[in-house]
């Protein structure tokens, strides 16, 4: 895991990354499609909102307060990916709250032998975010690739055979509504066992 941890970046690092490759007319990973790079233009947008207007919940603030140990959490992502951008500057706003969790992106298709030890369903679906303790890198928790509630829905449209761009804006319209509640609430649950 160290060798994932050293090529990682963090969340700054990110967000500069997809910006200038946004400026050149491309995203990251090999897919360089019409299609990933509007989804990544709307991504950065999404970010950039998300940036400036979450609010934690203060019962998840006081419960990050209470974390002593050193943590490390690895997230496997990418630019284009509309998850990733609902979730990741969430990850970010917790990761400020105590000094001793430690945020680090790393890009899915450079990485895919890390990616496919953290399948969903058989697939490589992202963000997922990966828990170690910094000192031993003892694996804690895994999240992802989305909060439960619009997983379910998301298996629910694929199932139904919904076309893809209905299923993006389905899942689009469940995280607008949402205003990360429940992410915020499962990562209460999450960083319980954390001391």
Known sequence: MTNYIS????????????????ADGKTT???QSENYINYAKLNLARM???????????????ELKKITKK????????????????????????????????LRLILRDENLDLMDKYLTNGG????ILICFEKETLNEIFVWGPRPKE?????????????????????VQQWYNNDKTLTLQNEFLELIKVLK
Not at 155 to 168: F, M, R, W
């Open 29 to 31: 990973g090999p897919n």
């Open 150 to 170: 619009v997983q379910k829905l998301t298996e629910e449209l694929i199932k139904q055979k919904v076309a893809l761009d209905d299923k993006v804006l389905a």
């Open 71 to 102: 943590y490390v959490w690895l997230a496997i992502t990418e630019g284009w990916c509309g998850d990733a951008a609902q979730n990741i500057p969430i990850f970010n706003f917790i990761e400020k709250e105590n000094p001793n969790i430690e």
């Open 7 to 22: 090529k990682s970046i963090n969340y700054s690092e990110y967000c500069n990354l997809i910006e200038t490759l946004m």
């Open 48 to 62: 950039h909102r998300l940036n400036k207007t979450v609010v934690l919940m203060d019962e998840l603030k006081s």
């Open 124 to 127: 490589r679906s992202i963000p």
